[in-house]
């Protein structure tokens, strides 16, 4: 009988690697998720974007579309070339980024990095013209808290005999 690891989710500062990739300006927020597990590299960081965001029951998936929509993500599910609606900007084995504009007047991207060992999930917001903080930091705490969960979820399934 194998002893299964389970995945490791942790906050973790924003490292120059990852700040290079995004094309924001004037960046007024970052976080950085990273898990651990010995299946990073079984999938691209596309494939990782796909199985943390989209890949999730009917009912997370609700949760994602009402939060989304609170801050009025301009998405486009089911649209080519991106992953739960947001646009993919950049996309190599290694890295993706998404990206989304907000009608409250922010801009988003989310960078997911694989390598040996780690997924890295990165969110970036800037300000646009319109900028509203409060629309911003007002969610914070139940954006880290959902996106730790997002990870860990897909984490658990990628190292659970359900892959």
Request: proline share 6%; charged share 20%.
């Amino acid at each position: 009988m194998s002893v299964v690891t389970p995945p490791v989710v942790r906050q973790h500062g924003i490292s120059d690697d990852l700040l290079a990739l995004t094309t924001l300006t004037d960046i007024a927020y970052i976080d950085c998720h990273v898990l651990e597990t010995t299946t990073a590299t079984t999938r691209t960081a596309q494939q990782w974007a796909h199985a943390i965001m989209a890949d999730v029951p009917d009912t997370i998936r609700d949760q994602l579309a009402a939060a989304w929509s609170r801050i009025e993500l301009d998405l486009h599910p089911g649209a080519p070339d991106t992953v739960a609606g947001w646009r993919i900007a950049l996309a190599t084995p290694e890295r993706v980024v998404l990206r989304a504009n907000s009608g409250l007047g922010f801009h988003g991207e989310l960078v997911v990095e694989v390598d040996d060992g780690t997924v890295r999930i990165a969110t970036f917001v800037a300000m646009g013209e319109s900028w509203t903080p409060a629309a911003w930091f007002s969610i914070v705490p139940g954006h880290l808290a959902f996106v730790r969960s997002l990870l860990e979820r897909a984490g658990q399934r990628a190292t659970g005999p359900a892959l």
